[in-house]
């Protein structure tokens, strides 16, 4: 059975500050995804991540992808307070995603 | 272009009664799934439609809950006799379904909760 292990879970950050989330999972898939949700709201897709080495950016965020390791990376450089939200990593299992528990992201101004 | 919708946003119902969640999806979309999510669980699978092929329901927790989509199009999941712990929010999600990969976008939810 798959499992997606998310850290940290919780994550207070000083705005300007760097910061990584770890995402690991436990059997082999090239296909990772990482969801934005805001409270009350539903999930917003961030980045796809379909190969070994792939490597997005958007803005602040830039999410990697280590299918050899089966890991996944998001970090966050120069924190705002904008990005405050919970982050899920998401592994394609074909007919689903399997989602991580998701990491908490409150930036302190 | 309009994302996926779900019917209603909330929902507060009474233990024992039937409900009826509906989700429409993207247009175009011919795959459907169904999540919950609640605090104890996080977000988990339920059901997964892709055009007329049969549907994937190894993720619906009981045989309270089932789940129809008429047409390739609009899905209805239905929990029988709820519980208090059915309480939840469910997530439809729909994706183009026929690439190598399945980007899944996700509506708005539907917030249950059963007294």
């Known amino acids: 059975e798959l499992k997606v292990e998310q850290n940290p879970l919780f994550l207070s950050m000083q705005e300007g500050k760097n910061y990584t989330i770890y995402c690991n999972y436990s059997t082999t898939s090239d296909r990772l995804y990482w969801y934005r949700q805001d409270p009350g709201k539903s999930l917003e897709s961030l980045f796809v991540l379909l190969s070994n080495g792939a490597v997005k950016q958007e803005g602040r965020l830039m999410a990697s992808l280590d299918t050899k390791a089966r890991l996944s990376t998001l970090h966050i450089t120069a924190a705002v307070h904008d990005l405050s939200a919970t982050y899920f990593c998401a592994v394609d299992r074909g007919n689903k995603l399997v989602f991580g528990a998701g990491t908490i992201l409150r930036v302190k101004s | 272009g309009a994302g996926v919708s779900q019917s209603p946003s909330n929902k507060v119902t009474e233990k024992g009664k039937d409900v009826e969640l509906r989700c429409d999806p993207i247009?175009?979309?011919?795959?459907l799934y169904w999540y919950r999510q609640s605090l104890g669980q996080g977000l988990e699978f339920l059901i997964y439609?892709?055009?007329?092929?049969?549907?994937?329901k190894s993720g619906l927790p009981s045989d309270r809950f089932s789940a129809e989509r008429t047409g390739g199009s609009v899905s209805t999941l239905t929990i029988q006799r709820t519980q208090q712990e059915d309480s939840a929010v469910y997530l439809c999600?729909?994706?183009?379904?026929?690439?190598?990969?399945?980007?899944?976008?996700f509506g708005p939810g539907t917030r249950l909760t059963v007294l």
């Open positions: 439609f892709q055009g007329n092929s049969a549907p994937d």
């Open positions: 999600a729909s994706s183009l379904g026929s690439s190598s990969y399945n980007e899944q976008f």
């Open positions: 247009s175009g979309h011919t795959a």
